[in-house]
């Protein structure tokens, strides 16, 4: 079997409302993966600690910000996260610390449940040394320059999980 058919590498980036910062994430993720031509080995998915936007597009700054540095979030829809999630994905990157801590309380839910195999969880921002023990800082209540620094942020760990990902999956040069 080839690597492109083995079973992906499932990641899902979450945030609060995941209308802004965790779509943002997986649109940028996927447009890495795709251009690296791996899109089909490493999946991403997006989700909320909060279930306050649940079925909403992303936030329309988010959706603009993105097209403008070439991302469509337009298809994305917010969902909210669930013990399940920690046994469907291999890894479970949080945009800050406190919905960090809202997982780790979730996966000691899911643990108790019995629910199998358990998701790394860590912050996205520890990807990459140049953002490493930084929040993505929420850009919901804040002007446009909010949601550029985002991307900027989004964008340089994203990179670094893509090599790190494609590595441990015995992908080399990448060109990424
Ligand atoms: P996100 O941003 O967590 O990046 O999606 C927010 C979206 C909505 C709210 C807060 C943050 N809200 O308070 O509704």
Not at 110 to 121: E, K, P, S, W, Y
């Amino acid at each position: 079997m080839s690597l492109s058919q083995d079973k992906p590498t499932r990641i899902l980036f979450v945030c609060l409302g995941n209308i802004c910062r965790s779509p943002t994430a997986e649109a940028v993720f996927r447009h890495k993966a795709g251009q690296a031509g791996w899109h089909n080995l490493l999946q991403a998915d997006s989700a909320g600690t909060a279930a306050w936007h649940v079925g909403k597009v992303p936030d329309a700054r988010s959706q603009q910000h993105g097209r403008e540095r070439g991302y469509d979030l337009s298809s994305l829809r917010a969902r909210q996260v669930t013990t399940a999630d920690f046994s469907d994905f291999d890894h479970i990157l949080a945009m800050d610390a406190d919905n960090l801590a809202e997982l780790e309380k979730l996966r000691q839910q899911a643990a108790a449940a019995g629910q199998g195999r358990t998701a790394r969880l860590g912050l996205l921002l520890d990807e990459h040394p140049d953002t490493a023990g930084r929040d993505v800082p929420d850009p919901y209540y804040g002007g446009p320059a909010g949601f550029d620094e985002v991307i900027d942020l989004i964008e340089t760990a994203t990179d670094a999980l893509l090599r790190r990902l494609l590595k441990a999956r015995g992908v080399f040069g990448c060109g990424c």
